[in-house]
C-alpha cells in the first residue's frame, strides 16, 4: 500500500482490520491501477504477484507449427543474472540468448535494436519541436505504466506525449512486416515473445490502437522473474551454459540502444541523435552525466544547435504526479520529459528479480553503461542494421508511420482481476 501512495496512484486500500485486514483495489472511479508492478516487488511478504504469473509461461511454446521469435528487453542482461548467484549487474547478453534457444525458439533478437528505432523516430520528433513544428513541452512514451498514469490521472497532457512506439513493439512490428518477408514466412505463423522486466508490458500488448494488419506485433510478455523460473524448470543454468550472439538482423545494437533499460537512458539516446543530427558533426558529446543517476528527480539544462533545452528525468509516477501538477499552473516549465514509472527505470520494473533495493537497482544501471561504453558504435543512427532497414523498408512514410507511431486517448476505470 506505501508503493502505491508513492507511486501517486493510491489504488491499493485496507479492509477491515485486525485478523480479517485485506487489501483490496479501490472502487473509487477516480482511481486505477497502472500495472507498474511495484506493489510486487516491495511486499515484504512476497503476497502479491501478476496476473497469470508462472502459469502459462510455457504456452508461447508449446504449438510447434508456428514460428517462435524471442526478444529481450535492454534491461534483461544485466539482472536476471541474479536468480543464478551471477554477480549484480552482471552482462549474461550471450548466456540469456543461449538460454532462449534452449527454450526452443526459432530465433532471438535484442530489444536494444528496436530501441534505436525509437531513438531515431523520438529525435525526429524533438527537432521538429525545436523547429517550431511539434509543441513543446514533449513527453516519452516508452514506459505503458507512464502512459497509462497520463492518460487515466491527466489526459490534458496526452497530446505531449511523443507519437513513437516503445522499442519491443516497434521490433515486434519489424518482425511481423520486414522480416516476415525477408524470409519469406506467413506473419500469422510468427509468434512473437517479449522478455521484459515490467509487468505493465503485458497491458500494453493488448492495446487495439498497436495492431498492424489485423496483428497484434508482440504476442506474448514474460518477465524476467518468468523466464527465471521457465530455465530453472527446464534445467538451464546460466552460470554453466556457453553463450551465443542474438541473431542478426536484431542482433547487435548500438550502446544507445542498451541504456534504455536505466533511468535518463531515453533521453541521452534521444539527445545523442538529435544533437548529431542538427550539428551535422561526426564527433559530437556522447555522454550526457546530468541526465542520468538514481535520484527520482534529476533537472538538466541542455545546448542544442544553440537552444537550451530544459530537461526533467524522473523515475516514480509519485514524482511524476508534482511535476505534472506543477506544470499545469507553469506549462513551459520543461521543453522534454523522460518519465519512467518504476525506481531507477526499467531496471527496477515490476517484474524484475526480487529482493531489490537501491544498491541492486544501481548495480544493474552500471552494467547496461559499461556495455555502451564498450560499444564502437554508441549513436543509435550510425547502427548499419538501423540504416539499412530505413534504406530498404522505411523509405516509404507510411510504412514507417505504421510500425513506428501510436496514438492515446483518455482511458476511464476498467474491472481489475483478483487473484483469491
Request: glycine letters at 8%; aromatic letters at 8%; one cysteine or more.
Amino acid at each position: 500500500m506505501e508503493i502505491c501512495r508513492q507511486q501517486g496512484v493510491g489504488f491499493l486500500e485496507l479492509k477491515k482490520r485486525g485478523a480479517d485486514i485485506k487489501v483490496v483495489p479501490s472502487k473509487n472511479k477516480n482511481k486505477d491501477c497502472i500495472y507498474c508492478g511495484q506493489c510486487i516487488t516491495h511486499c515484504p511478504a512476497g503476497s502479491f504477484e501478476a496476473v497469470g504469473e508462472f502459469e502459462d509461461v510455457e504456452k508461447p511454446f508449446s504449438d510447434k507449427n508456428k514460428t517462435v521469435v524471442v526478444q529481450f528487453a535492454p534491461s534483461i542482461r544485466t539482472s536476471i543474472g541474479e536468480g543464478f548467484n551471477l554477480p549484480f549487474g552482471a552482462d549474461v547478453t550471450g548466456k540469456l540468448a543461449a538460454g532462449i534457444k534452449k527454450l526452443g525458439a526459432k530465433n532471438v533478437f535484442d530489444v536494444s535494436v528496436g530501441a534505436d528505432f525509437t531513438t531515431i523516430e523520438e529525435a525526429k520528433e524533438l527537432i521538429e519541436a525545436l523547429h517550431g513544428r511539434r509543441k513543446l513541452p514533449m513527453f516519452t512514451s516508452c514506459c505503458p505504466a507512464w502512459v497509462k498514469f497520463v492518460e487515466f490521472y491527466f489526459p490534458e497532457f496526452i497530446p505531449y506525449l511523443t507519437t513513437v512506439r516503445s522499442p519491443h513493439i516497434i521490433l515486434g512490428g519489424l518482425i511481423k512486416t520486414y522480416w516476415a518477408r525477408k524470409t519469406k514466412t506467413n506473419p500469422r505463423n510468427i509468434i512473437v515473445v517479449s522478455i521484459m522486466p515490467c509487468v505493465a508490458k503485458k497491458y500494453e500488448i493488448t492495446r487495439n490502437e498497436l495492431e498492424i494488419n489485423g496483428l497484434r506485433p508482440v504476442d506474448y510478455v514474460l518477465t524476467t522473474r518468468e523466464l527465471i523460473y521457465l530455465f530453472k524448470k527446464r534445467e538451464i543454468d546460466l552460470q554453466k551454459i556457453r553463450p551465443i550472439d542474438p541473431e542478426m538482423p536484431f542482433g547487435a545494437p548500438s550502446g544507445a540502444g542498451v541504456i534504455y533499460g536505466a533511468s535518463g537512458g531515453v533521453m541521452e539516446s534521444a539527445l545523442r541523435t538529435a544533437i548529431s543530427k542538427l550539428s551535422g558533426k561526426k564527433n559530437i558529446k556522447i555522454n550526457f552525466h546530468q541526465v542520468n543517476g538514481m535520484k527520482n528527480m534529476k533537472e538538466a539544462r541542455i545546448k542544442i544547435n544553440g537552444r537550451s533545452l530544459n530537461a526533467a528525468i524522473i523515475n516514480g509516477t509519485g514524482e511524476a504526479r508534482t511535476i505534472l501538477e506543477k506544470m499545469k499552473k507553469i506549462p513551459h516549465l520543461y521543453d522534454y520529459l523522460e518519465v519512467m514509472a518504476c525506481p531507477g527505470g526499467c531496471i527496477g520494473g515490476g517484474g524484475q528479480p526480487v529482493p531489490i533495493d537501491a544498491k541492486i537497482r544501481e548495480s544493474r544501471t552500471k552494467g547496461l553503461y559499461r556495455i555502451d561504453g564498450r560499444k564502437k558504435i554508441r549513436l543509435a543512427h550510425h547502427n548499419p542494421i538501423i540504416k539499412k532497414i530505413y534504406q530498404e523498408f522505411f523509405e516509404k512514410e507510411k510504412n514507417i508511420h505504421t510500425v513506428c507511431h501510436t496514438r492515446f486517448s483518455k482511458k476511464s476505470k476498467k474491472p481489475i482481476k483478483i487473484l483469491k
